[in-house]
T-cell receptor, first 113, second 116 residues
Framework: KNQVEQSPQSLIILEGKNCTLQ??????????LRWYKQDTGRGPVSLTI???SENTKSNGRYTATLDADTKQSSLHITASQLSDSASYIC????????????WGAGTKLIIKP | NAGVMQNPRHLVRRRGQEARLRCSPM?????VYWYRQLPEEGLKFMVY????????ESGMPKERFSAEFPKEGPSILRIQQVVRGDSAAYFC??????????????FGSGTQLSVL
């Protein structure tokens, strides 16, 4: 069973619109939850890192929220730009290792002009 | 300050050949992680190394795969006798300290390995 599930798998929106990406996880307990952005053909870039005690964290037009009770996180993108087209990945530390991370499959976001 | 550098960006090998993937971490970083990514899938941890030491290789296949991070020079991921199933994007990441609660990983642009 996947420990990190992301939805939707893909999303197309018009430039300037807002969108929200979802992450459901079963990893427990956990020390932090991360969101990464991965452009096509590039390595992931960190957007936010939230500890379990944080409810929300912003990085420019990106705002991540965390509900530890329901084990859900969301990434909200405001006033989307063409450069936001990428995969957005939810990541949590593995329970089985001090060094391993569990990566979601990502949501592929396409921004259309 | 250059980021994590990986080379080559693209590598084509025939079945049975060897593939060598190189990763130079960010300046000052002594912790290196290798990941593999198949199309439409999430990254899969392979191995975690510190200078001259393999700390965790639990994600790396026992046969044909090896990794090193020598005192001088880049980290090397070596795949012997490649098979078509080895075709994937291989990413390297580095961090300043060992992975802790808020440690950020910095990724290279990856090496796309294609096995013919």
């Amino acid at each position: 069973k996947n420990q990190v599930e992301q939805s939707p798998q893909s999303l197309i929106i018009l430039e300037g619109k807002n969108c929200t990406l979802q992450c459901n996880y079963t990893v427990s307990p956990f020390s932090n939850l991360r969101w990464y952005k991965q452009d096509t053909g590039r390595g992931p870039v960190s957007l936010t890192i939230m500890t379990f005690s944080e409810n929300t964290k912003s990085n420019g037009r990106y705002t991540a929220t965390l509900d530890a009770d329901t084990k859900q996180s969301s990434l909200h993108i405001t006033a989307s730009q063409l450069s936001d087209s990428a995969s957005y990945i939810c990541v949590l530390p593995s329970m089985d290792s001090n060094y391993q991370l569990i990566w979601g499959a990502g949501t592929k976001l396409i921004i259309k002009p | 300050n250059a980021g994590v550098m990986q080379n080559p960006r693209h590598l084509v090998r025939r079945r049975g050949q060897e593939a060598r993937l190189r990763c130079s971490p960010m300046k000052g970083h002594s912790h290196v992680y290798w990941y593999r990514q198949l199309p439409e899938e999430g990254l899969k941890f392979m191995v975690y190394l510190q200078k001259e030491n393999i700390i965790d290789e639990s994600g790396m296949p026992k046969e044909r795969f090896s990794a090193e991070f020598p005192k001088e020079g880049p980290s090397i991921l070596r795949i012997q006798q490649v098979v078509r199933g080895d075709s994937a994007a291989y990413f390297c990441a580095s961090s300043l300290t060992a992975r802790t609660t808020n440690e950020k990983l910095f990724f290279g642009s990856g090496t796309q390995l294609s096995v013919l």
